[in-house]
């Protein structure tokens, strides 16, 4: 059984970007991005996966991983 | 969206005031029923009829008789129109069980008609109550702007549940009621009907209840899904 990781925060660290600031920029609420950074989100838009790659210059490969548990 | 939390708010308040209107209604047709046969002149006679024989027990059952004799037609005189027939067909009686030795009506059928009715009448109110909590509950999640809320659903699944007790409880009520009556007339010429019924139409309510809240759970993960696609 395998998920996806989101490392928002990792990029967020590398941007040297808070967490309200990143909301603000990308124009979503801190509690849902809060919910994305700890990974209980169900989905993403592909308007705030484009949102992220923009402020915070990266590609959708940075910000998500797949990991398979059974490894 | 405004306006249609407006409307949705004012169907919901439509709602409630007929379900409160009935409930008054009911509950006045009740009062009334009970005022009005406390009044009536001829069941005063009745009444004395009854304290003169040291009533003890009476059962007003729906019993269905079994041979066909008991059922029949008494024609009913019609004044206004002679070409017209009209036949009154007898299927159900009044028992009254009368005797001066209490010990003899003493039955184990008596407790547990007792306990049903008891059961069902808890159930019709709480399911009342019940109603009364859940449109306002509605309203205040209509306000908030989340309808599927687990607590709704809780609510919900209580009150079909309530009614599928309630139906099951009256039925067994009133099965232990004949079998009551039925005891005392064995051996008598009165043949009566004293099988276990069950009311379909009070089932599918219940089921349909519970099957309202089967869709508000499917509604809540979508909302839930929804809320989490960020």
Redesign the interface.
Known sequence: MGRIMVNVDVMMAKRKMSLSELAERID?TPA??S??KTG??????FS?LEALCRELRCQPKDLLEYINDED | MENCKNKKIKRLWALYGTFFVIVMITLGLFLSDVLITNDRADLAEFRAQQESLNLTAMRSTDLKSAASEYIFDIPIENPNDSAVMLLARVNGYDIVISTADDQKLESPYQTLTFIFQCIWVSCLVLVFVFVFVILYSFYKSIKQGTVFQKKNIRWITLIGVLFLVMTLSIDIAKYFEHQYVLQFLQGTSVEVDGRFYINFVRILSGLLILFVAELFKIGSDIQ??QD???
């Not at chain 1, 209980?40 to 838009?45: D, N």
């Open positions: 979503i849902n991005l919910i994305l209980k989100a169900r989905a993403i838009r705030t | 839930e899904e989490l696609t960020i």
